[in-house]
């Protein structure tokens, strides 16, 4: 069964463009969550779909936005990039929603550089 | 919110000993607490949880502790092997309407020396 993939793996902006990743759940799962990880910060949750449906949101400003697609494929966007968004976005995925604490399976992440 | 500390942020080790990350959290309502295991270019794997009734999971060389208490849980590894060398995370999460928002330590770097 091939794992959670994740697209691109590597992307340099420029501040105030926009970026869309893109991750691929492995089959069967419905559950995607997505996540930042700095060396400052650490790993944040940014937020959780399940069956198209946005299910929890962390605490990052509306710049950050995703969205689930019916065949639960799911892209998240960061507009008006500024260079603190500079980070690796991970992506996991499960059977079932999170609070289900099921395990949760990470993608290898895309890394974002924001110059 | 919840917190989660993590300590030692830094262990280093020789090959064959044991290794002890340990975690304390915030909310005594946290009730999940996986622990995650990330290599260098990779997404992190995880490799342990425990639930807050249970006070001790074991899987092979893998030991998880829970001190519901005293608000901390730890992670053990015996046998250290060169292969163990990565980023350990641990989390917690409260329930809170059937949502899961983990928090996250900020990560132990183990290195076994062979």
């Known amino acids: 069964k091939a794992g959670v993939t994740q697209t691109p793996r590597y992307l340099i902006k420029t501040r105030g463009q926009q970026v869309t990743l893109s991750c691929s759940p492995i089959?069967?799962?419905?559950?995607v969550s997505w996540y930042q990880q700095t060396p400052g910060q650490g790993l944040q949750f940014l937020f959780e779909?399940?069956?198209?449906?946005?299910?929890n949101k962390g605490n990052f400003p509306g710049r950050f936005s995703g969205r689930q697609f019916s065949n639960s494929r799911s892209e998240m966007n960061v507009s008006t990039l500024e260079l603190g968004d500079s980070a690796l976005y991970l992506c996991?995925?499960?059977?079932?929603?999170?609070?289900?604490?099921?395990?949760?399976?990470f993608g290898p992440g895309t890394r974002l550089l924001v110059l | 919110g919840e917190n989660v500390e993590q300590h030692p942020s830094t262990l280093s080790v020789q090959e064959g000993d044991s290794a002890v990350i340990k975690c304390t959290y915030s909310?005594?309502?946290?009730?999940?607490f996986p622990w995650y295991k990330q290599e260098l270019g990779k997404g992190p794997q995880l490799i342990i949880d425990?639930?807050?009734?249970?006070g001790e999971k074991k899987d092979q060389r893998i030991a998880v502790t829970l001190n519901k208490t005293a608000k901390h849980f730890s992670l053990h590894i015996t046998e250290t092997q060169p292969e163990d060398s990565a980023v350990y995370f641990c989390?917690?999460?409260?329930?809170?309407?059937?949502?899961?928002?983990?928090?996250f330590g900020r990560g132990t770097s183990l290195i076994v020396h062979p």
């Open positions: 996991a995925s499960s059977v079932l929603p999170g609070a289900y604490q099921e395990t949760q399976y």
């Open positions: 089959s069967g799962h419905r559950s």
């Open positions: 779909y399940f069956s198209e449906t946005q299910r």
């Open positions: 909310d005594s309502a946290s009730n999940y």
């Open positions: 425990i639930r807050s009734n249970v």
């Open positions: 989390a917690a999460s409260p329930p809170s309407g059937g949502s899961y928002i983990p928090t």
